[in-house]
């Protein structure tokens, strides 16, 4: 088990911004890759935003432009900040880190509610 500890997720009005914290127990370059999954109620998992241990990251279509992830190796964590947010990105935000391997670690996720 790798644990991974979400946090920075809140209510917020519609354009405003977040910044979403993961911070794993292990050096977060055992993971080819690290990024952020959401869920809303009734509806499936799906990619927002990941970033490999060489910095190269990748969006979802839908938070291109206003969602980042960044990674700070030294403090073993991983941040998405989310800006000019929308109603629809209210969901579970969960953290997802992935090993050499394909082995992939979840953390528990950490909610953002997006008000209108």
């Known amino acids: 088990q790798v644990p991974l500890v979400e946090s920075g997720g809140g209510l917020v009005q519609a354009g405003g911004s977040l910044r979403l914290s993961c911070a794993a127990s292990r050096n977060i370059f055992r993971f080819n890759t690290m990024g952020w999954y959401r869920q809303a109620p009734g509806a499936q998992r799906e990619f927002v935003a990941t970033?490999?241990?060489?910095?190269?990251?990748n969006y979802a279509d839908s938070v291109k432009g206003r969602f980042t992830i960044s990674r700070d190796n030294a403090k073993n964590t991983v941040y998405l900040q989310m800006n000019s947010l929308k109603p629809e990105d209210t969901a579970d935000y969960y953290c997802?880190?992935?090993?050499?391997?394909?082995?992939?670690?979840w953390g528990k996720g950490t909610l953002v509610t997006v008000s209108s």
């Open positions: 997802n880190a992935r090993n050499t391997l394909g082995s992939d670690y």
């Open positions: 970033i490999t241990t060489g910095g190269t990251t």
